[in-house]
């Protein structure tokens, strides 16, 4: 039925506020005085306005107030036009189509778009039809309308892209759409079982019907599933989703530049690495490409990013900056070089301010073994640089000068120590979850080294223990400063106070806790699709803010597998929305649609402007 | 109180004792500049027909014979000469106007009291000249009229008709100038004040009539202080004092071509009237009475 319904129709009685000028007007209709006055033939050459066109001057003033109060009352009350959807209330057609990665099979995407536009075409023509693509979000591409023609030309400029298959926030999207009408929602999809991998259920009103319209699946799909650089390699891994032992070739490329190809066979139902010895440092975007002629294209391809900087930059400072001062350091660290590694460089305290900006800008993790001959300007380099995010490992052992590194200005650490007489200890993690010692299982290996002399640690109240000599004194400690960290060890690493160098566990120490340190300047360069806001569905190495990521298709969506339409089906959760409540919203967003409020407002104020026009004149 | 005290007070009213100081003062000045205004503050140049004694005294080598007093002679043998004080024939006619707009006043005074207070200062003057002074009342036709006269009776009942007048009705000057330039005997000064609220073209016609007949003619035109500068403020209905016709207004939009007509209106009289030879002068009911008067004289002054 037509006719004009307000969402808060309370703020109609606002419009009484519209007798208020009616009354001004009736008790002050003589407000003007009358002056007796002599020189009336000068004021009759001016053009003067007569009474009786002042009156219908006040008549137009007292209609323009009454109309702008009313108006805003109108526009208060949110008024809508019921009649505007009353076309559509016999019901509506929601299209829900997959653009997901795994709809890139060869011809797949094209029965999903011929799919789609049956079920426009054969949607009751009573009912208004919209369409929806989904795969990580849902995204209306065709409103609401009886036009079949604008919904099948929104079908046919369709692409799949790289995303993943979400069921539970299309069906969520599609049923706002609906906006409490009875109607029918259509799913255009292949059914991946992995598309309710999301763990929440779709929610839909009672009174919408969910069909699914299935487009077969490839019966096999080769994917590569992570690509990544280890020491001096590229490695890419590669997922075969098929009955059959699948061979394949996997190129690997930086931009335009082949960097070598690796061929392989991928088991049945398994995964294989495809790893490719690099001939220099890889810095940049780089793919893995694996041709699949009849598994999903979207991905076929894996993009990453390489820091090209050869790893993680440490800097041992030493007292003399001779070699053997690290020598430990060094060849646990060297063990791992180039990307993925490390990178090392040692140099002597007092050289520390003198390095050039653009090698200390490079370095993750500064190790100080040694302090003799760093000067206030090194400390102070080295407090800037932890503040900065830098990672700071400091041997307490007998080059280092506790009182030089906690002294201000320019403090280093916050921590202080004393030599302890020589007694034999071992020491275990405080904290086993801890990053550095996570790898170790509790103390297991560690607790094989033997320190002849240690620093007793003088701990701050904020800072934390996480290893222990076996008397209970701290061996490790860790202090946040600004955004980097400081890890102090209680002896020295160069074989001198314990034998921890000699150790098998030493090496995955060093590793662990070097990556620990510079892990708060690392920064994290891969992402899936959707991951990251604002960018293209699609996968691809993109650059956001000044940093280069890699965004690749979730290797989820790799997995061919298919579910049935009742197993889709009964995944659905009804939604159990009262129906004044459907109503409501469904009365609230058609208001938002047509916006009548506005015209009132806008109505309003052009009625005042009229109203400060036709004032003046009146006086 | 009695009707004597009661007419004095009225009188003092009129010939306020500070105002006729200083026209006095004024006139010793004026005496010797000014001829023929208001019997000129100075003896008239016409000859008397009528003569007053005033004293008898010897008779000195030098006097005209004709002062001799043969009669006393006879009787006494002894000449003496007769002194007279001479009374001229200039008539002084005040011609006041007393139409329903002259009862406007923004303040105490209205421009009918103003005009009344003007018109016996100068009668007063008049009479202390020794020339005739005549009042005439009108607004669309003559309402009263006291022809000339130099008797100090006449003064004081001059006073008590300027002090009785009452409210006329609408302006229309054509009527009453016409019939007065028709009776007016010979030369003389005639002294217009009104509010000059009618149309230009007749008032300066009529006036022109007088001038015509070799009397010499001086406008007060009275302007009461909201009449010059209009300051009301707020949306008002303006009634007309005379038709009582309303007129709605809004001050601040008018204001500007209100003041404008009316000044357009002053520049034409002060133009027109003056290439007639005709006296004008704006004289604003706010302004004290002498100095309205001490205005007039001073430009008069300038002006011979």
């Known amino acids: 039925m037509f006719g004009l319904s307000f969402l808060t129709p309370l703020f109609l009685a606002g419009a009484v506020a519209a007798a208020i000028p009616i009354a001004l007007h009736l008790f002050h209709r003589r407000a003007e005085p009358v002056v007796d006055f002599a020189a009336m033939r000068y004021l009759r050459q001016v053009p003067v306005e007569q009474s009786r066109r002042r009156r219908v001057r006040e008549f137009v003033l007292l209609a323009l107030r009454v109309m702008a109060l009313a108006l805003m009352a109108f526009a208060f009350a949110r008024p809508y036009v019921a009649a505007a959807s009353a076309a559509l209330a016999d019901g509506a057609t929601v299209v829900l189509v997959d653009t997901s990665a795994s709809v890139t099979a060869p011809g797949q995407f094209e029965q999903v778009r011929s799919r789609a536009a049956d079920v426009i075409r054969q949607a009751p023509l009573a009912q208004a039809v919209a369409v929806l693509s989904f795969a990580h979000t849902a995204d209306l591409v065709a409103p609401l309308s009886a036009d079949r023609s604008l919904a099948l030309a929104a079908v046919a400029q369709l692409q799949p892209g790289g995303g993943a298959t979400r069921y539970a926030a299309a069906l969520r999207r599609a049923s706002e759409e609906l906006a409490g009408r009875p109607g029918r929602i259509v799913v255009v999809t292949d059914l991946q079982e992995s598309g309710w991998a999301a763990g929440t259920d779709g929610a839909v009103p009672e009174n919408v019907t969910v069909d699914v319209e299935a487009v077969a699946s490839p019966a096999a799909n080769l994917a590569v599933t992570s690509l990544r650089i280890e020491g001096a390699d590229a490695i890419a891994a590669l997922a075969n989703y098929s009955a059959g032992a699948a061979p394949a070739q996997v190129v690997f490329a930086a931009g335009e530049r082949r960097l070598g190809a690796v061929a392989l066979t991928v088991p049945p139902a398994g995964t294989a690495e495809a790893r490719l010895p690099l001939a220099g440092v890889v810095s940049g975007p780089f793919t893995a490409t694996v041709a699949d002629a009849t598994g999903y294209a979207a991905d076929n391809v894996r993009f990453a990013v390489a820091d090209g900087d050869g790893g993680i930059f440490v800097l041992a400072v030493s007292s003399s900056g001779n070699p053997a001062d690290s020598l430990y350091l060094e060849r646990a660290l060297t063990i791992a070089r180039g990307a993925g590694g490390f990178q090392f460089r040692s140099i002597a305290a007092a050289a520390l301010p003198s390095l050039d900006e653009a090698t200390f800008g490079g370095v993750d993790v500064v190790a100080v073994l040694g302090s003799r001959g760093l000067d206030q300007r090194g400390r102070q380099r080295l407090a800037q640089f932890v503040a900065a995010g830098g990672g700071l490992l400091v041997a307490a052992g007998p080059d280092v000068d506790p009182d030089l590194l906690t002294q201000s200005p320019a403090k280093v650490v916050a921590t202080g120590w004393q030599v302890r007489d020589a007694a034999a200890m071992n020491f275990a993690p405080d904290d086993s979850r801890h990053p550095v010692f996570r790898l170790f299982g509790g103390a297991g290996t560690l607790s094989n080294v033997t320190f002849t002399r240690s620093a007793r640690l003088s701990a701050p109240s904020d800072s934390a223990v996480i290893a222990r000599y076996t008397d209970g004194t701290p061996a490790v400690i860790e202090e946040r400063t600004g955004k980097g960290r400081v890890l102090l060890l209680a002896s020295d690493l160069n074989y001198r106070w314990n034998d921890f160098p000699l150790q098998p566990s030493f090496v995955p120490f060093v590793h662990e806790t070097v990556r620990y340190l510079a892990a708060s300047r690392a920064a994290r360069t891969e992402y899936v699709v959707g991951e990251v806001p604002g960018q293209a569905a699609a996968a691809g190495a993109v650059t956001i803010g000044t940093r280069q990521v890699a965004i690749n298709v979730d290797p989820r969506e790799s997995d061919p597998r298919v579910m049935t339409s009742e197993a889709f089906r009964g995944g659905i959760a009804r939604l159990q929305t009262p129906e004044a409540l459907q109503a409501g919203v469904s009365d609230r967003q058609r208001e938002d649609g047509q916006g009548l409020w506005r015209y009132g407002l806008l109505l309003m104020l052009l009625t005042l402007v009229g109203e400060g026009l036709v004032g003046r004149r009146a006086g | ?250 001050p601040s939009v008018v204001r500007a071509r209100y003041l404008d007509s009316l000044n357009a209106t002053l520049d034409r009289y002060r133009r027109e009237l003056g290439s007639s030879g005709i006296d004008y002068a704006v004289v604003d009911t706010s302004t004290p009475l002498d100095f309205a008067l001490m205005s007039y004289l001073s430009t008069r002054g300038r002006g011979r």
Not at chain 2, 25 to 41: D, I, N, P, Y
Not at chain 2, 62 to 84: E, H, I, M, Q
Not at chain 2, 141 to 146: L, Q, T
């Open chain 2, 1 to 250: 109180m009695n009707v004597g005290e009661r007419r004095g007070a009225s009188e003092l009213r009129f010939l306020d004792p500070a105002i006729l100081s200083r026209l006095g003062t004024l006139e010793l000045k004026a005496r010797t500049v000014v001829e023929g205004f208001l019997s000129g503050l100075h003896r008239s140049p016409f000859k008397g027909f009528s003569v007053e004694f005033a004293e008898y005294r010897q008779y000195l080598p030098g006097d005209p014979l004709t002062t001799l007093d043969w009669k006393v002679y006879a009787r006494s043998d002894r000449l003496y000469v007769k002194k007279f004080e001479e009374e001229t024939n200039v008539e002084c006619h005040l011609l006041l106007d007393v139409s329903a707009s002259m009862a406007y006043g923004s303040g105490e005074v209205t421009k009918l009291r103003y005009g009344s207070m003007l018109a016996a200062a100068l009668a007063f003057l008049m009479q202390r000249q020794r020339d005739a002074v005549g009042l005439t009342t009108f607004d669309d036709r003559i309402v009263s009229m006291m022809p000339p006269s130099a008797r100090p009776s006449h003064l004081h009942a001059l006073l008590v008709a300027l002090d009785t007048v009452a409210v006329g009705s609408r302006t229309d000057v054509t009527t009453p100038l016409q019939l007065l330039a028709e009776g007016l005997g010979k030369r003389g000064v005639v002294v217009f004040i009104s509010d000059l609220l009618d149309e230009p073209e007749r008032v300066i016609d009529g006036l022109r009539h007088f001038r015509f007949r070799g009397s010499d003619v001086i406008v007060f035109h009275l302007l009461d202080p909201a009449e010059r500068t209009f300051p009301f403020d707020r949306a008002s209905r303006f009634r007309d004092m005379e038709s009582g016709d309303e007129l709605m207004a809004v």
